[in-house]
């Protein structure tokens, strides 16, 4: 009986683990498709243009900063539709760019709320 269990078990996890990776590669090709891409990476330590700071932080840098804030998604979406403050930048000195431009144009409203809530499900120092 107990071996049925673990086997169970196992299975279910290969199947969450396949269900992830699935989700993960769905939600970096909505990244690419909207252009996400060209300032952000998923994992920290990559190089901007020019070997310079990366021009956005990575997105296990967000989710880190962001882990546990109940308002983060809404606040987030919220950047991503309509840009965000040169002035007022908290990443200043760890990225290249000033400022987030509005996004409109390149994603819809539905799709960033998904793609930032995968974001703030991101784990730091796990690779997806």
């Known amino acids: 009986m107990f071996k049925n269990i673990s086997v169970g078990l196992l299975a279910l996890c290969g199947a969450v683990a396949a269900a992830q990776a699935a989700d993960d590669q ?4 909505l990244a690419t498709d909207s252009g996400c891409m060209t300032c952000h990476s998923v994992e920290p330590g990559a190089k901007g243009p020019d070997g310079l700071a990366p021009v956005g932080p990575a997105w ?4 880190a900063k ?3 804030q109940k308002k983060a998604a809404g606040e987030l979406t919220h950047i991503v539709m309509t840009g965000s403050n040169p002035y007022d930048s908290h990443w200043k000195g760890k990225v290249s ?3 987030m431009p509005p996004n409109k144009v390149a994603i819809t409203e ?12 991101l784990e730091a120092g796990k690779k997806s």
């Open 26 to 29: 769905a939600m970096v090709k």
């Open 60 to 63: 296990r840098d967000v989710s």
């Open 66 to 68: 962001y882990k546990g």
């Open 97 to 99: 760019g000033i400022a």
């Open 110 to 121: 539905a799709d960033a709320k998904k793609l930032v809530n995968w974001i703030l499900s």
